[in-house]
């Protein structure tokens, strides 16, 4: 069993930065597939990074060079630091963790994680 916790949410204008954080307990991180996902009012969740901190680490397109996912194994923690906010980066963001390494062919796929954290909203202003 893996609890998660989200913060770091907030209000921002366009081109500003916030950093989510997602704390873990129950279980360790380590080696687990560990990614953030969003979802927008209407809109199917969708993923957005997701790492092992291993080997593999992956961005949706549209955040690339934007956001960085990383992980601290020592404090059991997740991070995405989002840089150059945009509007249509405004969703609920959700922590999610399934415990294995990542796999390419499901990394972003919110169905393949088993443990969710309640979530923190981003609103990003024009």
């Known amino acids: 069993q893996v609890q998660l916790v989200e913060s770091g949410g907030g209000s921002v204008q366009a081109g500003g930065s916030l950093r989510l954080s997602c704390a873990a307990s129950?279980?360790?991180?380590?080696?687990?597939?560990m990614g953030w996902f969003r979802q927008a009012p209407g809109k199917e969740r969708e993923g957005v990074a997701v790492?092992?901190?291993?080997?593999?680490?992956r961005y949706r397109d549209s955040v690339k060079g934007r956001f960085t996912i990383s992980k601290d194994n020592a404090k059991n923690t997740l991070y995405l630091q989002m840089n150059s906010l945009k509007p249509e980066d405004t969703a609920m963001y959700y922590c999610a963790v399934v415990t294995r390494s990542c796999d390419s062919r499901w990394a972003l796929d919110s169905g393949s994680f088993d443990y969710w954290g309640q979530g923190t909203l981003v609103t990003v202003s024009s």
């Open positions: 129950g279980n360790t991180i380590r080696t687990y597939c």
């Open positions: 790492t092992d901190s291993i080997v593999y680490t």
